[in-house]
């Protein structure tokens, strides 16, 4: 222990006995004076030790660990003997053109700018989202026709 220490601990024994003398000069008896010392000192030890702790209540909540990555998620959407493409990777694949689209101030649903995206993109890839069904090989040509688009002029980042 260092002498800074040292010199606590013999301050905090002398200051005890005074106060349990004190106490019995009153009328106290110094059994009960020095228990309910006792008790003090050991509460104040405890609370400083970090054992009462008012932020460990209640627990953080465990974190949810993602069950596999998005890209399986998505290729599991993908029936392997049909080929048809599930309703999530196929908005997906839609929003990622909508987007592309609007970048370049096209909006894949206005009849007036039909001729231009098909030119853009290529004939039948506006009416692949309008089907019941998407297959596979549908959205890899959408996927192509996305590869294809041009980069805007004026990229925001």
Known sequence: MSAKRILLVVLGVVAAAGIVFLLDGLGVPAA????????????????????????????PRPERRP?????????????????????VVARRVERVLRRRLARLGMDLDDPDQGPAVDALLGDGVREVFARPVVQRADLERVMTAIDRLPSPTNQER
């Open 32 to 59: 009960f004076a020095a228990a309910w010392l006792l008790l003090i000192v050991a509460v104040g030890l405890l609370s400083r030790a970090g054992l009462v702790d008012d932020e460990s209540w209640p627990p």
């Open 67 to 87: 069950r596999g990555s998005e890209v399986s998620r998505l290729a599991w959407n993908i029936n392997s003997r049909t080929g048809a493409a599930g309703f």
